[in-house]
């Protein structure tokens, strides 16, 4: 019987997160993804099933990451306005100093992913979904704190900011210095606050 191929499921995702982010899926082929991981094509089939399986866990493992990162912030004990900034200067810092401007991979799947492809954009919409909703409690919070006006709805709020932060992401790949990365959040954040 064989003996199973062991490595290290971690690093190998880590590598195929790094070549679909700057190739794309549809770019990226096994022979690259070998290269990148170092294990072998069957090793590959074996872990993962196919491109698409490796890709669906490397995404997995990105958004986990992120969300582990970004919502740390937001769980801050500062209040809640000055963490919805914290978050934002943190996607700012994160964007200008990728020099390879990348982007986001999931914005860049979303954008290169067809409509019809009901896997992964319902796996991308959970997970933008989760974005949402951590923002909403954030400014149901201000809400609650007056620092955001009754008359605005935090869910369309959220949603708002979760387009903002599209946005930002993909605006960062035309190279803006980092000045208008920062205007642009300072007139997302002020649109929202009590004036």
């Known amino acids: 019987m064989a003996r199973p191929a062991t490595f290290n499921r971690t690093y190998v995702l880590q590598q195929a997160i790094n070549l ?20 072998q094509p069957g090793s590959l089939y074996a872990a993962f099933g196919d491109k698409r399986g490796l ?26 306005i000055e963490r919805l900034t914290d978050f934002f200067n943190q996607l700012v810092q994160e964007s200008y100093s990728d020099q390879d401007r990348k982007g986001c991979l999931l914005i860049n799947t979303l954008s290169e992913i067809p409509v019809n492809d009901i896997e992964i954009n319902t796996r991308l919409q959970d997970m933008f979904s989760e974005v949402e909703q951590e923002l909403k409690q954030l400014l149901s919070e201000a ?34 210095d980092s000045d208008s ?11 929202i606050q009590l004036k």
């Open 20 to 39: 679909f982010w700057l190739q794309g899926y549809n770019n990226t082929s096994i022979k690259n993804l070998v290269a990148a991981t170092g294990l």
């Open 55 to 80: 890709f669906l866990a490397a995404l997995d493992m990105y958004f986990e990451t992120i969300k582990h990162q970004l919502f740390k912030v937001l769980h801050s004990n500062k209040p809640p």
């Open 143 to 176: 809400q609650t704190l007056g620092h955001i006006s009754e008359q605005q709805d935090p869910e369309t709020l959220a949603k708002f900011l979760l387009a903002g932060i599209f946005g930002l992401r993909l605006f960062n790949k035309t190279q803006p």
């Open 181 to 191: 990365l920062k205007a642009i959040v300072k007139h997302l954040l002020s649109s």
